[in-house]
């Protein structure tokens, strides 16, 4: 909703008296007698306008002319909409206005301005219109805000909000923030107290205390610092010393008085008799000549830089009372005073010239990446500071900048470039065991190749021309007369040309990948069926039949094209030469039924044949092609009377027991034939003897001579003569391409005919159709060059310098890279792919030094300020000298004063006091140096210095206690001592150890990564006072050496495949299995096994499925036997009998069953009987054959169906007797002798590789099974004959995943040592993994990074000594000089041994190679004033040392401040009377890093003998402070709770419990202690009437009132406040008494109802008779009584009864 113009709504805006008012208000709401009215109370209108938001800028042009409209229109106060005419229109608003229309081009125009963030204000929640009480616990919560405007950016004109939120929403416009607590000033505790500040009379003692943490944020101010008790050892026998002379502070240096000043006093004095004493002048002029030579000689010789000029300076010496007050120097004992006059350096500010201009931008090009780069500038020193004169400021200046003016070239930009792949490797895929890896030669499958990247300039050739451009131009020679229709970069595009190899880190970005899996395609072997049968022996040529030779043949198939065709399977035809060939003959078919001759009904007759004319491959032909070979004849044969013995026919001749026959073997076949019935007694025809029921025959009768055609290899692919194409070279050829055919070539092999087991034949042995051709087309592959990477650019010169300084010899080299290998004769690559060459030494190493020149001669006071000294006359005494410094380069040629300041050390001094010895002054020569020793610890050295001069002479000088002119001190004793220090570092393989094979091949098996390494313990060497020296010292080179053995890794060792497993089924599909088994486990990071199985052993499986031919064995059944009639008519030979057959499982072939195998490989079920029972026919019985086959049931199998077999009479009976029947019918019953068909598919093989593949792509079949409905798995020609439709795919593609050994990176360089000296440096290398490992390959080793000690150097440093006492010279007190020394110190590096004091002094010689600094500042103090109190004087003692850190925090809410350290100043007092003169105390804090965060609290114990606890305030790092501790009442004595109630709004109750103060509830520990006092929460629910929401207030009260709740317990009471802030009732009340009054409703209600239906009750109960006593019975539909008894109803019967 938009804003509107809204009347004061509601009623009962008054109130009343609170209990009068609530009741008036509750019956309203009871009787519901509200009103409406069209006015409010006050007169103001129910109606009022509303408006609905603005919508979107409306325009046609971009801009301020659009407009946007809103709705308008009238409502009442209680939110319905009404009339226009209710509301009053003069009122209404505007429905539209003139808008910005924003437009997508305005988002570069306008934009938000943020401004800054305001103060942080506090947000104070509010309770009854007051203040909460509110407790900071770390800081409170604030709000801060800002302004946000839009804006035009061109000029910052304001513009409307909505324009820059179209583009992005406003930013905010306020944030919370967190006010800090005021943390109040931290002191530590009292230090003890000072000794009395006199020996006799009244004085004083102190003890201070120093300030922790300064008042912070408005926290309470430091309190005193000092406190003072007065103490009086004894009264004071004598007076006490009232006066002591103080000496003032020197005053600034200043120039003596000018020369002109001079020389007029000095012509004043002319005439006194100077002149008359020639080479006699006063001490002023010749100290006048004397300045006057030294500074002509200055100016010849030396730079203006140096312009130092010596002055004066005095200071006061007075003599003070013990109150502070100056008295007469008379008072005071005096002694020799101290100088009052000494020279100075007058101070010179460092002058510098003006700026330079900005120097030209270091980035010369365009760049999108970063487009910036940096100009500098400088200025030059004038003058150096001289004396306390201000330092030198920054004299050279950096900002960023970018390139200016047209045509500024792109940069050079970078890429990564590779070789070529190298060749497909699968040897580095096999683990240890694998027997393969030594014949990489016939390894296919999944593989690795390797390439180089390198990095290149991109945009190289570009910058060329770019580059010739504008060389062209600035010869002149451009052409601009005509342009180039094509641009010249695009023929720069197509160049193939390989670009220079640059610095592998100028290239961004992620590394191509090194490596890759790749594909050796496996070659498919060729696969043939078994052989077929011997065809019949036919002319090679039946079109020429010249001669008898033939042969016979036989066949077989390829079953499994091979690779490159079927040219590579072996010989698929074998001849067998034989003699009278012929191209078609009869083929017999079957014989029909015997017919006895002259139409008789039994006896001798003929069987005539079914005979079909065929070729040698069993096709049916004419019939006239068989003419020449007669056709068969009928068969005799003869039908058996009914007396007559009959004989079953001949079984099938058997296989021939040879395929051919020689001198030695002869093939034989055999048939059979068994008696059925017996012949009568007489008149019947005989049964032949047992001989004559069996037939043998020869058969293969051909010779065992086998011929076949043999092929050799193929040859290689050559040129063939009549192709036109060349084979061209390409050397530009992308890497990775495929290589296209060049030309055509022709490859030839050799093919020879071969006997079996004998050899090559001549070649007409073996039949000509077969023969194989010996040539064939191929393509000749394309010749690829050598192709090399231009010579990168030579490294850069490494500019070294010995120890004197003196530039070392180095090298720099250049490498290319081979980016394509040669092959098929293309150009070889050059041998030498990498140059190196000796670098131009330079003559001079690039250095800066600083030169000192001597000192000047020593400058005293001007004579006229010390002529009232003792030794004005004879120019002696202290004063200063000066001298110069120059810059020169490390071989001693000048250079600019500015090199030295920028790459130089610090500059050394260049002045310093001197003393100009009197003639009463004893002068000395300078001590010699110490004699030499002629062994270590072994005698004495000495020193000597001699007399100078008159001193020679001289009684006091040749005092040798006072001036000793020899010292004697024993020869150094220097022993060192060499010791281990630090750990071992990781075992460390020599350098070196890398293999590089082919081209970029390099694998974690070519690296030697195990084997025999070395470790190394640094070495610490200290010299006979333990300070750490250069380990030379104790002849070692830094390290101990051990050998150390780095396990090398073991892969998992599987054992070999086993054979496969036989086929799971003898019919159908099944599943063969071959396994490998553990050998052993892997080991130091070796190839892991496969998964484990339940045994902790690992096996490997592959399950293939199988096919087996479910006629492969099949049952072969011997004739039956004879008879055995077991009731046998002697007379007959007939009746009940058995007959037995010999049943055995043979495997079948081609040329039928041919050897006997094991029963269970047959199917038991199809086992023919062994044995039947039957009766055997008497004489003149019928005889029937045997049953034939059951015929095939039809589908579906049902019972109405049925199956039939039948048999024929082989003898007809006699008359009067019948044959039985000669068909036999049975129904068809499913899964009995009817059976359903249907596929079956097996499941998916385990991927198949080939057999000398490691990985890669693969195979997996399965295999479609015909399945009986029984389950019985069948031939499939069963599922085929019903045409049953086959939906499965049976092969599909798979990968196993490659084993790829993980690859590592070479190991980077040594870094530098992590400490430029002491004990603890290390080095580090690390190596990267650039291809991870996959599949069970080799994982990367956890070791990637490997450190070894740095030599332990000493660490020098220089350090200061303790400052001294203040000196005053021979003054008791006043301003002094306080001295402390800069030396050499050493250490190990370590943070104990920076507190070493005198023991790790040396040498200052050892620190002259290091920047002259004190831990990092390098302004060097060694003195400073100081002032040293008069007696009685109240002083302010030095500064502290600077505290901790600390972190102003919040430590639970994580909140942090900032750090801060601070110091401070004492105040010490020696006079009670002087205490009013005291100095206030100071302190001052600076920022800190690192600072702990304390936290602080009150901790309390009971005294010994005492019942009063000590209570103080506690740090949480145990330090004992004042202040810092939450302001709450500590425990009172008369307190009983134990532990004390301490925290903060905590209390101790009568009953000795830890209470909270009102407001605030208990927090309580696991323990049952007191945690915290936390605030009450108060629940605020604003409610829509009132937008400031109204707060119904949960408030406690006194909680010192008892109750009965809890003993010792205070309690609480709880109120509801009806009442608003505003005086108004709450909305809840009204919702309050609506609930009552709707309750009050329902419960009058339902007494109505009880009431009046107890009374219907009693009425009816009245008309009845019987007199229930108030109990009425109702009969329910299923005869169930319901009793309900009314009480008022019994009452009522009751009186109605009595009465």
Not at 995 to 1003: D, R
Not at 1032 to 1058: F, M, Q, T, V
Not at 1068 to 1089: A, D, F, H, M
Not at 1443 to 1472: M, N, T, W, Y
Request: aromatic share 8%; charged share 20%.
């Amino acid at each position: 909703m938009g804003l509107g113009w809204r009347g004061a709504a509601g009623t009962l805006r008054r109130r009343t008296e609170g209990s009068r008012y609530l009741l008036v208000t509750l019956l309203l709401l009871l009787c519901g007698f509200w009103e409406a009215h069209t006015q409010t109370d006050d007169g103001k209108s129910v109606y009022f306008w509303e408006t609905g938001p603005w919508g979107r800028c409306m325009g046609s042009d971009c801009g301020p002319g659009g407009s946007q409209s809103r709705a308008v229109w009238c409502a009442h106060v209680d939110g319905w909409t009404t009339l226009h005419t209710n509301c009053d229109q003069g009122e209404r608003p505007s429905n539209q206005r003139n808008c910005f229309r924003v437009c997508d081009w305005h988002k570069d125009l306008y934009d938000w301005k943020l401004g800054a963030w305001n103060e942080c204000v506090p947000v104070s929640a509010r309770t009854f219109g007051a203040a909460r009480p509110f407790t900071c616990s770390g800081g409170e919560e604030g709000i801060q805000t800002r302004e946000v405007n839009c804006l035009l950016k061109s000029d910052g004109t304001p513009a409307e909000d909505c324009i820059c939120d179209y583009f992005e929403p406003m930013p905010r416009l306020e944030q919370a923030c967190l006010i800090p607590c005021p943390q109040d000033c931290v002191v530590s505790e009292y230090s003890p107290w000072t000794s009395c500040s006199k020996t006799c009379g009244t004085g004083l003692r102190n003890r201070v205390r120093s300030v922790l943490v300064p008042p912070l944020f408005g926290g309470a101010v430091c309190p005193n610092l000092t406190e003072f008790q007065s103490c009086k050892l004894g009264p004071c026998t004598g007076p006490e010393g009232m006066y002591s002379l103080r000496i003032g502070a020197w005053s600034p240096c200043a120039l003596a008085q000018s020369r002109t000043a001079r020389q007029a006093k000095r012509r004043k004095g002319k005439g006194q008799g100077l002149r008359d004493r020639p080479g006699v002048k006063d001490p002023e002029t010749r100290e006048l000549i004397q300045k006057k030579r030294t500074r002509n000689r200055l100016n010849r010789q030396e730079s203006p830089f140096w312009d130092i000029q010596v002055g004066y300076q005095t200071r006061d010496v007075i003599c003070m009372h013990r109150n502070g007050s100056a008295a007469g120097r008379s008072l005071c004992t005096m002694r020799d005073l101290p100088l009052t006059v000494q020279s100075c350096v007058l101070p010179k500010d460092c002058q510098l010239t003006d700026w330079t201009d900005w120097g030209p931008c270091s980035k010369t090009c365009v760049d999108p990446v970063f487009p910036r780069g940096n100009r500098t500038r400088s200025r030059q020193v004038l003058q150096f500071p001289v004396g306390e004169g201000a330092e030198c400021p920054q004299v050279e200046e950096l900002e960023s900048c970018e390139p200016q003016g047209d045509g500024v070239p792109p940069c050079a930009t970078y890429t990564w470039r590779s070789t070529e792949w190298s060749d497909c490797r699968v040897d580095v895929l096999l683990s240890q065991q694998d027997r393969r890896r030594n014949n990489a030669t016939e390894l296919c499958g999944g593989g690795l190749q390797t390439r180089e990247v390198y990095c290149v300039e991109a945009n190289a050739e570009l910058l060329k021309y770019l580059n010739d451009l504008r060389e062209k131009d600035k010869a002149g020679q451009t052409q601009r007369q005509q342009k180039p229709s094509v641009p010249p970069l695009l023929s720069i595009t197509f160049q193939i040309t390989a670009s220079q190899p640059v610095e592998n880190r100028l290239c961004e970005g992620p590394i191509p990948n090194r490596s890759q899996l790749c594909q050796i395609p496996c070659p498919i072997e060729c696969e043939v069926s078994p052989w077929g049968a011997w065809g019949p022996c036919t002319f090679e040529n039946c079109d020429d039949q010249a001669g008898k030779k033939g042969f016979k043949l036989r066949r077989r198939r390829i079953t499994n094209v091979p690779t490159g065709g079927p040219g590579n399977c072996p010989h698929l035809v074998e001849a067998v030469p034989c003699d009278e060939p012929s191209c078609y003959e009869w083929k017999l078919l079957s014989l029909d039924e015997c017919v006895p001759e002259d139409e008789r009904k039994c006896g001798p007759g003929s069987q005539l044949p079914q005979i079909q004319c065929v070729n040698s491959n069993g096709e049916v032909g004419d019939g006239n092609l068989c003419s020449s070979s007669p056709a068969p004849e009928p068969v005799p044969c003869e039908v058996p009377c009914s007396r007559d013995c009959v004989l079953s026919d001949w079984t099938p001749w058997s296989t021939c027991s040879q395929t051919c026959s020689s001198k030695t073997i002869e093939g034989k076949q055999m048939r059979i034939r068994s008696i059925l019935a017996y012949n009568a007694g007489e008149g019947g025809a005989l049964c032949p003897n047992s001989s004559s029921l069996q037939e043998v025959r020869n058969c293969n009768e051909h010779a065992c001579t086998v011929y076949h055609w043999s092929t050799g290899p193929w040859g290689l692919c050559s040129d063939d003569p009549s192709s036109t194409s060349l084979n061209t070279s390409t050397s530009g050829r992308a890497a990775g391409n495929t290589q296209g055919p060049c030309s055509t070539g022709m490859q030839t092999r050799k093919v020879m005919c071969v006997r079996v087991n004998v050899g090559q034949v001549p070649p007409k042995k073996c039949p000509d159709g077969p023969r194989p051709s010996t040539l064939r087309p191929c393509q000749l592959p394309c010749k690829k060059d050598c192709i090399v990477t231009p010579f990168s650019d030579w490294t850069p010169c490494p500019v070294t310098c010995d120890e004197a300084g003196n530039p070392v010899k180095s090298k720099q080299s250049r490498k290319r890279l081979v980016i394509q290998l040669p092959s098929n004769g293309g150009q070889e690559c050059p041998e030498l792919l990498e140059e190196e060459k000796d670098c131009e030494v330079p003559k001079v190493c690039p250095g800066f030094r600083w030169k000192t020149h001597k000192w000047r001669k020593c400058q005293l006071v001007p004579w006229f300020l010390r002529q009232e000294s003792p030794t004005a006359q004879e120019s002696c005494g202290p004063g200063l000298q000066t001298r110069a410094v120059s810059c020169r380069q490390l071989d001693g040629t000048q250079a600019d004063i500015g090199e030295c300041l920028k790459y130089a050390k610090a500059m050394p001094v260049i002045t310093q006091h001197c003393q100009l010895p009197c003639q009463d002054d004893c002068q000395l020569t300078n001590w010699s140096k110490f004699s030499s020793c002629t062994a270590d610890c072994v005698g004495v050295r000495t020193r000597k210095r001699a007399l100078i001069g008159r001193s020679k002479k001289k009684d006091k000088c040749k005092n040798t206690q006072m001036y000793p002119l020899s010292e004697t001190q024993y020869c150094p004793c220097d022993k060192y001592n060499a010791q281990p220090v630090g750990n071992w570092s990781d075992c460390i393989l020599p350098e070196g150890g890398r293999v590089e094979s082919v081209l970029g091949m390099k694998v974690q098996g070519d690296i030697k990564e195990c084997g025999q390494g070395y470790r190394y313990q640094a070495m610490v060497c200290y010299d006979q006072d333990n300070r750490l020296v250069e380990t030379l010292r104790c002849n070692s080179h830094g390290y101990i050496e051990e050998a150390c053995i780095i396990p090398c890794p073991s892969d998992c060792k599987l054992s070999e495949w086993s054979n496969w497993s036989r086929c799971s089924k003898s019919c159908g599909s099944g599943v063969k299995v071959r396994s490998k088994w553990l050998r052993e486990k892997p080991y130091n990071g070796g190839r892991p096994c496969p998964k484990l199985d339940h045994l902790n052993q690992a096996q490997v499986y592959e399950v293939v499925p199988c096919q087996s031919d479910c006629n492969q064995y099949v049952w072969l059944a011997e004739p039956w036997s004879v008879w055995k009639v077991s009731n046998v008519d002697l007379k007959e030979n007939c009746g009940e009998g058995v007959q037995t057959r010999k049943v055995r499982c043979m495997l079948n072939t081609i040329d039928g069953p041919s050897e006997s195998v094991e029963d269970y490989l047959c199917d038991p079920e199809e086992m023919p009987l062994g044995a039947r029972e039957s009766r055997l026919p008497c004489p003149e019985d019928c005889v029937l054959n045997d049953w034939g086959p059951w015929s095939r049931c039809s589908l579906p199998c049902t019972r109405t169906n049925s199956r039939i077999r039948t048999a024929y009479p082989l003898r007809s009976p006699s008359v009067g007797r019948q044959c039985p029947d000669t068909t036999d019918r049975e129904p068809c019953g499913l899964n009995l002798n009817c059976f359903n068909y249907f596929y079956n598919i097996t499941d998916w093989s385990t991927c198949q590789l080939s057999q000398n593949a490691v990985c890669g792509g693969g195979i997996k079949t399965r295999m479609l099974d015909c399945v009986r409905s029984d389950g019985k798995s069948v031939d499939i020609k069963f599922c085929e004959e019903l045409n049953l439709e086959k939906k499965w795919q049976m092969n599909i593609s798979c990968v196993v995943e490659c084993p790829v050994n993980c690859q590592l990176s070479e190991w980077s360089p040594w870094s530098e040592c992590s400490q430029t000296c002491g004990l603890d440096g290390k080095m580090w290398r690390q190596r990267s993994v650039v291809q991870a490992s996959q599949g069970d390959g080799r994982p990367c080793p956890s070791q990637m990074e490997q450190w070894k000690p740095c030599p332990v150097r000493p660490c020098y440093r220089w350090q200061y000594s303790p400052w001294s006492e203040c000196r005053v010279e021979s003054v008791v007190c006043g301003h002094g000089t306080r001295y402390r020394n800069l030396s050499c110190f050493v250490s190990d590096g370590s943070i104990d041994s920076e507190g070493d004091g005198e023991g790790g002094l040396v040498d200052e010689e050892l620190c002259s190679s290091l920047e002259l600094a004190v831990d990092g500042d390098k302004q060097i103090t060694l003195k400073e004033a100081c002032t040293l109190p008069c007696p009685g004087e109240c002083y302010l003692m030095e500064w502290s040392d600077w505290s901790s850190c600390v972190s102003i925090c919040v430590k639970d809410a994580g909140v942090d401040f900032g750090s801060v350290q601070v110091r401070s100043r004492a105040v010490l007092a020696q006079e009670p009377e002087n205490l009013q003169l005291c100095p206030d105390q100071a302190w001052e804090s600076q920022p800190c890093t690192g600072g702990e965060c304390y936290e602080y609290k009150w901790l309390s114990s009971v005294r010994p003998n005492s019942t009063r606890p000590l209570i103080w305030c506690q740090r949480s790092d145990g330090l004992s402070v004042t202040g810092g501790c939450p302001p709450v009442n500590p425990p009172t004595t008369n307190s009983s709770c134990d532990p004390p109630c301490l925290l903060p709004r905590s209390f101790c109750s009568e009953a000795g419990i830890c209470m909270c103060e009102e407001g605030f509830t208990e927090v309580l520990s696991p323990t049952g202690q007191l945690d915290q006092c936390a605030p009450i929460p108060v629940l605020e629910i604003p409610t829509a009437g009132d937008k400031k929401g109204d707060v119904k207030t949960s408030r406690a009260i006194n909680p010192t009132q008892p109750s009965a709740t809890q003993p010792g317990r205070t309690g609480r009471t709880w109120y509801l406040q009806p009442y608003g802030p505003d005086g108004k009732l709450k909305m809840w009340v009204y919702g309050v008494a609506a609930g009552a009054f709707v309750l009050l409703i329902f419960i009058v209600s339902m007494i109505y109802l009880a009431c009046s239906y107890c009374a219907t009750v009693h009425r009816s109960l009245k008309a009845q008779e019987s007199g229930a006593n108030g109990t009425a019975v109702w009969v329910g539909h299923n005869a169930h009584e319901m009793i309900y008894t009314c009480p008022d109803c019994q009452e009522l019967a009751q009186s109605s009864s009595s009465s």
